[in-house]
């Protein structure tokens, strides 16, 4: 079985500062690995994935992600944060044999103080 | 954009009643899923459906709820006798063929809040 770590639940940023949020899984099979965003009072959207192919995936709203194998990371960044992506941020994974279906982390809120 | 929609986006009801919630998948997509959300935690795997039946499911996805595809575009969720600990909100996604079955497009979301 899968699992997702995201170690911090709140990461509070200054507005135009850099930020990355962590998260780590735990799979004995490859995994797909992505990133979601839940602003407040409202669903779920994807902001990049992680399929296959180059490491470096790039998504929505300047975010960008790098798969490591190694270190079964996949931490998301962003150079310069605004008000805006103030938010909760979740890390998930699924894999292509076993459960297909996504198994979430705890979610990290991202807090952008002006 | 294609999206999923859920109905309704809010439910309120009394203890042990049956509470029906609605999706409206993506029309080209196969994979239908159900999540839900308890207040201030994780996001939680329900149910998994493909070719009109359960292809997976949790622990949380007893014998109190069901899924059915009714017609070619309606996924519905059923919580039979609801209790105050399915207060949560639940999201519906759907997912298409092959790699991209991986790739969940979510709806955005029914609140239920049981009483």
């Known amino acids: 079985a899968q699992s997702v770590t995201q170690l911090d639940s709140q990461v509070p940023v200054f507005e135009e500062a850099p930020v990355e949020l962590r998260c780590n899984y735990s799979s004995s099979v490859s995994v797909y690995l992505f990133w979601y965003v839940q602003y407040p009072n409202q669903g779920l959207q994807l902001l990049l994935k992680?399929?296959?192919?180059?490491?470096l995936v790039k998504g929505i709203n300047g975010f960008e992600a790098e798969f490591n194998k190694s270190q079964t990371s996949f931490h998301l960044r962003k150079p310069s944060v605004h008000i805006s992506d103030t938010a909760e941020y979740f890390c998930a994974v699924s894999t292509y044999t076993g459960r297909r279906a996504l198994t979430f982390g705890s979610g990290t809120r991202l807090q952008v103080q002006p | 954009e294609p999206e999923v929609t859920q109905t309704p986006s809010h439910q309120v009801t009394q203890m042990g009643q049956e509470v029906i919630l609605r999706c409206v998948p993506i029309?080209?997509?196969?994979?239908f899923y159900w999540y839900r959300q308890i207040l201030g935690q994780k996001v939680e795997f329900l149910v998994s459906?493909?070719?009109?039946?359960?292809?997976?499911k949790s622990e949380i996805f007893d014998d109190q709820f069901s899924v059915e595809r009714p017609d070619g575009s309606n996924f519905t969720l059923k919580i039979r006798s609801t209790k105050l600990e399915d207060s949560a909100m639940y999201f519906c996604?759907?997912?298409?063929?092959?790699?991209?079955?991986?790739?969940?497009?979510f709806g955005a979301g029914s609140r239920l809040t049981v009483l």
């Open positions: 029309s080209n997509h196969l994979y």
């Open positions: 996604a759907s997912s298409e063929r092959g790699q991209g079955a991986n790739v969940l497009t």
């Open positions: 459906f493909y070719n009109n039946e359960i292809s997976e």
């Open positions: 992680y399929l296959s192919g180059s490491t």
